[in-house]
Structure formats: structure tokens, C-alpha cells
T-cell receptor
Framework: GEKVEQHESTLSVREGDSAVINCTYTDTASSYFPWYKQEAGKGLHFVID?????DRKQSQRLIVLLDKKAKRFSLHITATQPEDSAIYFC???????????FGKGTSLTVIP | GPKVLQIPSHQIIDMGQMVTLNCDPV?????FYWYKQILGQQMEFLVNFYNGKVMEKSKLFKDQFSVERPDGSYFTLKIQPTALEDSAVYFC????????????FGPGTRLTVL
């Protein structure tokens, strides 16, 4: 089955509201969870990550929550702005190896 | 921040031809990766590379695929011969170390095999 499942394929929010994107993973040993942003025609841009020794991390308007028991992690974008519109990917490492499993991506649209 | 460049951005070729995708990694990085993303699907790992050698590869990394980085120049992915199912966007990434998982990605090369 899917190693990393990203639950929302599309998401629309009004400017100023919060957006939440959820991912689940299967490997209990996973210890690092990055989030990437992809704008049209561009590569993946790292936005934030969380390691398994914490359950919350914040960087400006971005918050990542990690629930190890549920094997779930989420990206919260607060006070959204139109420039937040992009595709967001979650990922988790293939434990024991140096590569990632990616979610299918969430296309976020922030409506002005 | 650090940038990974990929050349070309688009490539269209006929099935059976050879293609080389080029990646210019972050200058002090030593570990290199290729991922493949078929339209509408998630990105999947192909191969990683360090010190002139393939370290790990997935089942997607067929015998027709090869990677190299001659003399510190571009990190390349060569497909010979190409097949229709090779049509995808190929992303290159690089990292400074093997343990932090912090990979920097390029913008991708869209390969279309006709």
C-alpha cells in the first residue's frame, strides 16, 4: 500500500484563513518529515520539516504537527496569502535508506 | 538558498533514442538523487549516487538507465533506449550529507517520449 498518503488532493481557502494538509505514513521507524512546495513550472522548494523527537514545530506562519501514535503529520498554514497557492508535498524517509516516499500532493488555492 | 539547476527544462524525443538529463547540484554537495514524477502521480525515487557509485536504486531504475558525474561536472541521468513509459518529469536533488535527509531539488526536466 501507500507508504505516505496525502489526504487532500485539492484545497481552497480564503485569504487570511488557515489551511491544513494531512498526511499519514506506514513506517513506525520514520523519524523525519519534510514538506515541500511546488509552484507552477518550478521545482520542489523545502518549506519546513519536523523530526520525531518533537510533536510541534513552527516557522513564521507554518506549523507542523506530528502524532507518532497515529502515524500522522500535518501542515498548517496560518493567515494564508495568495502567494501560498501551490502544490504541497509531504514526505517520509524510506527507513534505512537515503530516499523519500512522497505523498501525491495537495493543490492549495488561496482566494483573495 | 542553495539552488539545483536542471538542463534542459523540456525534452521531446522519439522512442528508442537516447536521452541525457543534466543536473547541476549545489556546489559543495556530495550526494545526488533522481526522482521521477509521472503526470498526476506522486514523485518516486529512482537512484542516489555518491563518490562515483550508485548507492541505492529502486525497481523503477531499469537497466536502460545509468547515472554518472564525470570529474565533478553535471550529474547525469541517461536513458538508452527510451520507452514511452519513460515520459515523466525527472527531478534531481542533492544533499551535503547522508544522514540529515535535507535534500535540495531542481525544477525538473519534462521528458516526452513519442
Amino acid at each position: 500500500g501507500e507508504k505516505v498518503e496525502q489526504h487532500e488532493s485539492t484545497l481552497s481557502v480564503r485569504e487570511g484563513d488557515s489551511a491544513v494538509i494531512n498526511c499519514t505514513y506506514t513506517d513506525t521507524a520514520s523519524s523525519y518529515f519534510p514538506w515541500y512546495k511546488q509552484e507552477a513550472g518550478k521545482g520542489l522548494h523545502f518549506v519546513i520539516d519536523i523530526r520525531s523527537n518533537v510533536d510541534r514545530k513552527q516557522s513564521q506562519r507554518l506549523i507542523v504537527l506530528l502524532d507518532k501514535k497515529a502515524k500522522r503529520f500535518s501542515l498548517h498554514i496560518t493567515a494564508t496569502q495568495p502567494e501560498d497557492s501551490a502544490i504541497y508535498f509531504c514526505a517520509a524517509p524510506n527507513t534505512g535508506y537515503q530516499n523519500f516516499y512522497f505523498g501525491k500532493g495537495t493543490s492549495l488555492t488561496v482566494i483573495p | 538558498g542553495p539552488k539545483v539547476l536542471q538542463i534542459p527544462s523540456h525534452q521531446i524525443i522519439d522512442m528508442g533514442q537516447m536521452v541525457t538529463l543534466n543536473c547541476d547540484p549545489v556546489s559543495n554537495h556530495l550526494y545526488f538523487y533522481w526522482y521521477k514524477q509521472i503526470l498526476g502521480q506522486q514523485m518516486e525515487f529512482l537512484v542516489n549516487f555518491y563518490n562515483g557509485k550508485v548507492m541505492e536504486k529502486s525497481k523503477l531504475f531499469k537497466d536502460q538507465f545509468s547515472v554518472e558525474r564525470p570529474d565533478g561536472s553535471y550529474f547525469t541521468l541517461k536513458i538508452q533506449p527510451t520507452a514511452l513509459e519513460d515520459s515523466a518529469v525527472y527531478f534531481c536533488a542533492s544533499s551535503a550529507d547522508w544522514v540529515s535527509y535535507e535534500q535540495y531539488f531542481g525544477p525538473g526536466t519534462r521528458l516526452t517520449v513519442l
